[in-house]
């Protein structure tokens, strides 16, 4: 089982979860939502998350998700995009993500064990 994390406000999911699908902030800005595998997540997350608070992880399964997945080149790496919305199935867990004192986030242990 190969697994992809998406970064994402606890606000933003619970409105999925109401609507039964979804879509992030860029599916209808961008053409589709940006997830990393469980290797890049501190990297993204210091460079696009610093201490911000209220933030979840979606710890998603790739065989179970509906909409086209591609890898495709970004900042001198290879990074998992999803063209279409995430359906409520393919996410295995919500993890809640908060950064430490000083604003940098740790990986927590049920990422480490996927990895």
């Given at each position: 089982?190969?697994m992809?994390?998406?970064i994402?406000?606890?606000?933003?999911?619970?409105?999925a979860q109401?609507?039964?699908?979804?879509?992030?902030?860029?599916?209808?800005t961008?053409?589709?939502?940006?997830?990393?595998?469980?290797?890049?997540?501190?990297?993204?997350?210091?460079?696009?998350?610093?201490?911000?608070?209220?933030?979840?992880?979606?710890?998603?399964?790739t065989?179970?998700?509906?909409?086209?997945?591609?890898?495709?080149?970004?900042d001198?790496?290879?990074f998992?995009?999803?063209?279409?919305?995430?359906?409520?199935?393919?996410?295995?867990?919500?993890?809640?993500?908060?950064?430490?004192?000083?604003?940098?986030?740790?990986?927590?242990?049920?990422?480490?064990?996927?990895?």
């Open positions: 089982m190969a992809i994390v998406h994402t406000p606890r606000e933003e999911w619970e409105k109401l609507s039964g699908s979804y879509e992030g902030d860029t599916l209808q961008e053409g589709y939502i940006h997830f990393c595998l469980p290797a890049q997540l501190l990297e993204v997350a210091e460079r696009l998350y610093k201490a911000q608070v209220g933030l979840v992880l979606l710890l998603v399964d065989e179970r998700v509906r909409s086209p997945l591609r890898y495709e080149p970004s001198g790496d290879h998992p995009h999803l063209y279409g919305p995430l359906n409520m199935d393919a996410v295995l867990q919500v993890i809640d993500f908060p950064p430490d004192k000083d604003g940098k986030f740790s990986l927590p242990d049920r990422i480490a064990d996927v990895e």
